[in-house]
């Protein structure tokens, strides 16, 4: 007579069968169970994940939801660069850049910061902000309580513009789709646009910084604020009280703990 399991292990086993059916595996197999396995770890292998030790504190199904829907959003993100391919679409492509730098982060991230356009570091790396610019931006994460593989990094347009010029209107305009729709398949809570040109871009405005800043907007259904690009802050540190100012009206919005002031 095959051993009935317990009630809890039974348990145990149904959500992680639904887990696999929210990832859409379907497939098990019974494997006997061994002698010397303790009842509390009960082989159920699939026929795409063999040998998957079932503990009893599995995750909820919630926690498979969410599993399925990040590995959805990442697969969806691979299309949008697999769309964008080796672009040619506009005059950038011709103007010495290196590689397309198309974002990088969590797909269920639930802030992003978009900014402008590659500079050379970026260029070379294909990710954003990696250069001194990006330490700065790295930090003001930091900051918030959060690190970079929390957020998402995007820039208006993919490719570095000669010499880090300002990027043309129609450059942002061929480029900019693929950025929208980065920003409905990560769906976040909040967008920070970093700087006049990502704000003046996603806004369609055009007024100073210092107006733009210190209030939300509405961009496609998605709270959306402004505030200085960290390279602008590298040239104007007085600027940093102001930015921490933005991003403190962000993290409260996100439900992130308000410190009175940045960690150094
Ligand atoms: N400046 C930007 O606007 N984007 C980057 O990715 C780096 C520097």
């Not at 145990?12 to 639904?18: G, T």
């Not at 990040?70 to 769309?83: F, M």
């Not at 918030?144 to 043309?168: F, H, Q, S, W």
């Not at 104007?236 to 009206?249: F, N, V």
Request: proline share 9%; hydrophobic share 35%; with cysteine.
């Amino acid at each position: 007579m095959p051993e009935t399991p317990d009630p809890q292990v039974r348990k145990a086993i149904a959500d992680r069968i639904r887990y696999y059916h929210d990832l859409g595996i379907y497939d098990f197999y019974r494997r006997p169970i061994e002698k010397s396995q303790p009842a509390s770890a009960v082989t159920l292998p699939s026929t795409i994940l063999d040998d998957t030790e079932v503990p009893t504190d599995m995750p909820k199904p919630r926690t498979a939801v969410a599993t399925a829907k990040a590995a959805d959003r990442e697969s969806d993100l691979r299309l949008i660069r697999e769309d964008i391919g080796d672009c040619t679409r506009c005059r950038l492509s011709k103007q010495g850049r290196k590689q397309i730098v198309f974002g990088v982060g969590n797909p269920n991230a639930e802030l992003m910061f978009i900014a402008e356009a590659p500079g050379a570091d970026e260029d070379e790396r294909g990710e954003p902000f990696v250069g001194r610019a990006g330490q700065l931006l790295t930090n003001m994460i930091k900051a918030m309580g959060l690190g970079r593989e929390d957020v998402y990094i995007a820039n208006i347009i993919k490719c570095r513009p000669p010499g880090n010029r300002t990027p043309e209107r129609d450059e942002c305009e061929t480029c900019s789709p693929f950025l929208m729709r980065q920003i409905e398949v990560i769906k976040p809570k909040a967008i920070v646009a970093l700087g006049a040109v990502a704000a003046k871009t996603l806004l369609a405005v055009n007024a100073p910084m210092s107006e733009l800043r210190g209030k939300w907007y509405d961009f496609r259904g998605t709270k959306l604020a402004v505030t200085y690009h960290p390279a602008f802050l590298l040239r104007d540190p007085r600027q940093k009280k102001e930015t921490w100012k933005d991003l403190q009206m962000v993290m409260k919005d996100l439900g992130l703990p308000v410190p009175e002031k940045p960690q150094e």
